[in-house]
Structures are given as C-alpha cells and as structure tokens.
C-alpha cells in the first residue's frame, strides 16, 4: 500500500519540474529494495495524478537491480531476495551499491506553441 | 504542440527529506533527541510507552508525539502520566495517511513545547511499510514487532526491519500460548539486518524492560556524540 505514498512523491516531483506545462511521460528509476509493486504504483499514479498537470501522463518505470558488496572480502553481488549477509564469507559489513533508488530520472512535457504553429 | 523531455534526476522523497533536515535542526537547538516508534497495528506501542513513561526515564524530560489517522485514544492512554502529549491526526473526516512524513511533524512542532524536552517520543501510525520511507528528522527509529504477529514478520516486511536501530519483539509473555518461534525470528531478521540490536519485552508484565529503558535514557548522549 505504501504505493500511494510514493506515487504522491513522484507527482509532486514531476508537477515542481513541470513548471506549469503539461506532463506526457514521468520516467521513474525504482529499486529493487524500495518493494515497490509496479502495477500497484501505475494504478496510484493515475489516480494521484489527477487534477494536476499530471493527469493522462504515462509512468515509465525502470526497476534498478539490487547490488551489494562485502566490505570484509570485496565480493560483489545483486540480490533476489532481501538477504544482506555476505554469501562468501559471513559478515554483515555489506555496502549496498544500488536497489534503494527512488529516483524521477525525467519528466515528457507538451509545450504550446504560438497560435498558428501547432503541429 | 511538441514534445520535451525535461532532465529532473531526482529523489522523488527529497521534499520530505528537506523539511526532515529543517525539524531535526530545531531538535537539535533545543539540544531534544528524538525517536521515531514503529509498529504494525496492535504490537503495543501505546502500552509499551504507558509503561516505561509511568516508572519515567531516569532524569530525561520525556514528550510524545502520538501519530494515529484518527482520533486521540492513544493520547488519551498517556494523558495521566504528567508528560506533555500532543496528538497529531493524519486523517481528514475518512481515512488519512498511513504513516507520518516530515511535513505532519512539522506542522505539529508549534504545539510541542521543546524547550521543556531532553527526549521526545514519536510514535508513528501502526503499519508495517509506509512508515519506513518517511525520514522525520529523528535521531532513531525502534521496530516493535510482538510474537502474537508471527515469526516471519522481518522476512516479508524487510524495509521497516532495515529501517531502525532497534528491534523490540513484545508481548513475550504469550510465547507459550502462540507458535512464534524467537530462533525463526531472529533468523530471518539477521538476514535482512544482520547485527541489528534487538530487545525482547513484555510491557504487560514489565519483563525486560529495564534493558528498553536504559537503552532510551543513553539515546540523548549517544545522539550528541559525534557520528
């Protein structure tokens, strides 16, 4: 459920960089971590999204691949599941490189030309 | 009519991490720590805080902020303790926001009286995912997860058990009557946030929570000292 709550994020994000012009496309870098269930998040953004200049916009979600890397032995490594323990040697000192991205990579805004120019 | 792409590259949660930097520099002038609580619904956070706040915290001046989408039954619960309450409602008429962000804090700040604090207490809204996303500007975050909930509860809910400094496993005095195994628990836990500290209570019976209590009196001095 908290899909809500970050498709409200996303919509806030993408209205501020709109500046007013109307949004075609939000392009969304979403990591594996964030558990973000990516039907769930489209259904709440069509949903958040109206009555903003959001309203009809396309969600472009790119999910982000979880990858680790032990500190202790510098084994490198992208998880499936939520396990944060070094497969190779055991310690928790374990970095996480990327999967918690939440990240609005790029807005698509229509811009109005001067009367007689639209195309 | 055409068509740009507008380059944005941003974290669709830096509003509230904004305003999260912004509440925890009014904490920390008025030298108050802060400790997010969170919770399922119906872990006991209420009665966890009921009890510690009735025996008090050492000499720490202790408020709470008491996040529910309605109502003030949980304020109410506190209100006898003599700790200032403020109760902040995330709902307006049906239903509200699951969770608590930086802005509802933010919002509330004016009627928290910090410069009567050395600890404040957030206990945000019982939920198991929401909660885990919004950073309020706090010093801590404690995960009460009670055996009556079941013992898989870190494995299918790893951002809010990755989310936190403390794990606090509750209501221990009824492990003889569920099937919570502490082994499976802390099993599934160390997989998704090895090392993390762990506490196990019963606010009913008051069982092990001396521990839960010095842990919270040492939070102001270690949220001072240098990272």
Redesign the interface.
């Given at each position: 459920?908290?899909e809500f709550?970050?498709a409200s994020?996303?919509v806030?994000?993408?209205v501020?960089?709109?500046a007013g012009r109307r949004v075609?496309v939000v392009s969304?870098r979403c990591g594996r971590?964030?558990?973000v269930v990516p039907d769930a998040l489209d259904f709440a953004f069509g949903i958040v999204a109206r009555e903003t200049v959001c309203e009809g916009a396309r969600l472009d979600q790119e999910l982000v691949a979880a990858q680790l890397r032990c500190d202790a032995c510098d084994r490198g490594w992208e998880i499936e599941v939520?396990?944060?323990?070094c497969p190779t040697c055991g310690t928790?000192d374990?970095a996480v490189l990327s999967g918690e991205?939440?990240?609005?990579?790029?807005?698509?805004?229509?811009?109005?030309?001067e009367a007689g120019c639209?195309? | 009519m055409h068509r740009v792409r507008v380059r944005v590259v941003e974290d669709a949660l830096d509003a509230n991490a904004t305003i999260a930097r912004a509440n925890r520099a009014d904490f920390d002038r008025h030298g108050v720590a802060v400790l997010n609580v969170m919770s399922a619904p119906g872990a006991g956070k209420t009665t966890l805080l009921e009890r510690l706040l009735r025996d008090g915290l050492g000499d720490l001046r202790v408020g709470v902020l008491e996040g529910d989408v309605e109502g003030s039954l949980d304020a109410d619960r506190l209100a006898h303790l003599h700790v200032p309450v403020t109760q902040l409602n995330t709902g307006s008429g049906f239903g509200g926001e699951c969770h608590l962000d930086a802005n509802m804090v933010r919002s509330a700040l004016p009627s928290v009286p910090l410069e009567d604090l050395d600890l404040l207490i957030v206990e945000n809204v019982g939920n198991l995912v929401c909660p885990a996303e919004f950073r309020l500007g706090e010093d801590a975050r404690i995960m009460v997860s009670s055996v009556t909930e079941g013992d898989d509860k870190p494995g299918k809910y790893p951002l809010m058990f990755r989310a936190c400094e403390l794990v606090v496993v509750n209501k221990i005095d009824l492990l003889e009557h569920v099937d919570f195994s502490m082994e499976r628990f802390d099993g599934f836990l160390d997989t998704v946030h090895p090392g993390v500290e762990r506490l196990r209570v019963s606010a009913r019976t008051g069982e092990g929570l001396d521990a839960l209590r010095d842990w919270l009196v040492a939070l102001p001095d270690r949220a001072a000292a240098p990272a």
């Open positions: 459920m908290h709550s970050i994020a996303v806030d994000t993408a501020k960089h709109a075609t969304l971590l964030r558990q939520p396990a944060f323990r928790a374990v991205e939440l990240e609005v990579e790029s807005i698509e805004v229509s811009e109005t030309e639209t195309v | -």
